[in-house]
């Protein structure tokens, strides 16, 4: 990542004394005594209930709003550029020196493993750092050859204003730091509502942008519940909204959003394919295949799930890509919940039953679900529609280069895709023909904070990250002048 030198400091009536770093919210909880609750830490790998968090009530929803609205209007037009960067750079900053915390609670809250929660924080303060580093070049004026008549034209980006954010739980930082970061920079204020069972790391997250000296109301973590949210994308004073998370939940938002004439960014579900269509060595694909099924075991909305192989290579193909995914159940972290591993416990269950074969590396327990494979897997079969969110892959067979294309675009979802080819040609000819918004050809796990991440069709629209992810919550306003 390019490195320039810090922006000044921000006004001191804007910054505070930072606190201590936050104690791990899971000590001295006593879980059983708060009954049920929406926002709950359930520990996925034993089971046990660990805290309960409130929900906010409707005045703490309509104060955080009031601030919220309040607070764009000194942070968006009086800070600068440069001062929202040197805060955000503090974001930055406290997210490496807390990383270990953070991560904690990160596995606490869904049982990803800690060195890869803790990899997952450090990512994020990269993207803080991204934006703050490139900030003004991205806010400046673009100019506009005018055509016909005198006088100058420019595109000014001025902030967009309130946005609510909706974050799931798989990554319960890097999420946050995809949609928070842009538009702080670009001086949007955030009301952020995240996964019920991540408010842990919710509230550790607020702490951090607090102690980074943003101004109250700049960030704010609202443990709301459904209708809450309804009645923020209703409110008159929120601009845009962002999700990430099911279709379902994209959907209402989107209905609600679209009712009231409010902006919308949806990243919804991925079933991406992973085409192998020529090598010359193949077991270093099997590992890229089983990295790309595995990342976040399994549960990563553009993880490779639908692995489509060229006839001379199938056989060999299944054999040793089953074979090393297996070979990773000992080693496997458990899925977020049992809940989760339930889901889909049923649904590879319901796809042997309509005909498919299933290779597993044992039965589930619990939230631990052991790595699979299905093969045979038709059109008929509900499992060809699906998304498999955990440690599943389904492969098939094809004969031809068009048959791949066709078979990877037979899905209601669009978001990304992984080509791998020995030919140059054809790796631009089918990653032209695939209808998603991320093609990734002869790697896997090669995202980067300056590439722009989203899909298309039933995965969603809208951009984050790169460029592309500071445009789409800023008022690209024209000024024309003539003289």
């Not at 109301?217 to 309804?230: E, F, I, K, M, R």
């Not at 004073?237 to 962002?242: F, P, T």
């Not at 409010?262 to 991925?270: Q, T």
């Not at 066709?406 to 631009?428: H, I, K, M, R």
Request: with cysteine; hydrophobic share 45%.
């Amino acid at each position: 990542m390019t490195t320039t030198h810090r922006p000044p400091a921000p006004p001191a009536d804007t910054a505070r004394t930072p606190d201590p770093p936050p104690e791990d919210p899971f000590v001295n909880s006593d879980a059983a005594a708060t009954g049920a609750a929406l926002y709950a830490v359930t520990d996925p790998a034993s089971g046990e209930l660990v805290r309960t968090f409130p929900t906010a009530t409707d005045l703490e929803v309509e104060s955080a709003l009031a601030r919220a609205a309040a607070a764009g209007r000194a942070w968006g037009r009086e800070t600068s550029v440069d001062q929202r960067a040197a805060l955000l750079h503090r974001v930055a900053d406290l997210h490496e020196e807390r990383a270990d915390g953070l991560a904690r609670i990160i596995t606490r809250e869904m049982g990803k493993p800690h060195d890869e929660a803790v990899g997952e924080v450090q990512f994020s303060a990269a993207i803080y750092r991204y934006y703050a580093d490139n900030a003004a070049d991205f806010l400046a004026d673009e100019p506009i050859p005018v055509l016909e008549g005198e006088g100058t034209a420019l595109v000014r980006r001025a902030p967009y204003g309130v946005l609510l954010g909706i974050m799931p739980w798989n990554y319960p930082a890097y999420q946050v730091a995809r949609f928070a970061a842009p538009n702080l920079a670009a001086g949007n204020t955030i009301l952020l509502k995240h996964a019920p069972q991540c408010p842990g790391s919710a509230a550790a997250l607020e702490d951090v942008f607090a102690d980074a000296g943003l101004p109250r109301g700049a960030y704010t973590n609202l443990n709301a519940t459904d209708d809450q949210v309804t009645a923020i994308i209703e409110d008159p004073r929120l601009a845009g909204v962002s999700l990430t998370g099911s279709e379902r939940a994209g959907a209402a938002v989107a209905a609600t959003a679209g009712r009231n004439l409010k902006k919308v960014v949806l990243e919804l579900g991925g079933s991406d394919a992973f085409l192998l269509l020529s090598t010359d060595d193949l077991d270093p694909v099997v590992d890229q295949a089983v990295a790309a099924r595995l990342e976040n075991t399994g549960q990563a909305c553009n993880a490779a799930k639908r692995f489509i192989v060229a006839g001379d290579l199938y056989e060999p193909f299944v054999q040793r890509f089953t074979a090393a995914l297996l070979a990773a159940a000992d080693g496997i972290a458990p899925l977020s919940s049992e809940a989760a591993a339930e889901r889909l416990d049923a649904q590879v269950r319901a796809a042997v039953d309509q005909g498919a074969r299933l290779v597993t590396g044992g039965e589930r327990r619990g939230a631990h679900f052991p790595p699979a494979v299905l093969t045979g897997v038709t059109p008929d079969n509900d499992a060809y529609h699906q998304e498999l969110f955990g440690p599943v892959a389904t492969v098939f067979r094809v004969d031809s280069e068009d048959e791949a294309v066709a078979l990877a675009n037979d899905t209601p979802y669009g978001l990304g895709s992984y080509v791998f080819t020995t030919s140059a040609e054809q790796a631009e000819r089918v990653a032209d023909r695939l209808d998603v918004g991320m093609v990734f050809v002869n790697g896997v796990l090669v995202e980067g904070v300056e590439l722009p991440f989203g899909g298309v069709k039933r995965s969603g629209f809208g951009r984050e990250l790169g460029r592309h992810g500071m445009d789409e919550f800023v008022n690209k306003k024209l000024i024309r002048t003539v003289r």
